[in-house]
Nanobody
Framework: QVQLVESGGGLVQAGDSLRLSCAASGGTFSIYAMGWFRQAPGKERECVASIISIGTNTYYADSVKGRFSISRDNAKSTMFLQMNSLKPEDTAVYYC????????????????????WGQGTQVTVSS
């Protein structure tokens, strides 16, 4: 089974950028559909972006469209989330998630769609 480790979080000011990475090990990365989720205190975990196993089909939450960009490098078993124009409301713990989805064109959006999760990385945006 795949193990996921996020990195790249931190404390930034509003308007700044961050790039999160999710390194996968223990499986063939290209057969997993991937997603980025976030959870703020007192709120439900929400999907901010997801990407299919191969190809470029992606999903973005309305709140991050035009500011965040998800990508993956299957050769390096790594997924990325480029976050630009960060806002205080983007403050949350960000998690990467994976599910088996070989050749599926579906972008998965619900936490229950995913089986494997990383430990999370904190992103804090100050105003």
């Amino acid at each position: 089974q795949v193990q996921l480790v996020e990195s790249g979080g931190g404390l930034v000011q509003a308007g700044d950028s961050l790039r999160l990475s999710c390194a996968a090990s223990g499986g063939t990365f290209s057969i997993y559909a991937m997603g980025w989720f976030r959870q703020a205190p007192g709120k439900e975990r929400e999907c901010v972006a997801s990407i299919i196993s191969i190809g470029t089909n992606t999903y973005y939450a309305d709140s991050v469209k035009g500011r965040f960009s998800i990508s993956r490098d299957n050769a390096k078993s790594t997924m990325f989330l480029q976050m630009n124009s960060l806002k205080p409301e983007d403050t949350a713990v960000y998690y990467c998630a994976a599910r088996l989805a070989t050749y599926s064109l579906t972008t998965y959006k619900r936490p229950d769609d995913y089986r494997y999760w990383g430990q999370g990385t904190q992103v804090t945006v100050s105003s």
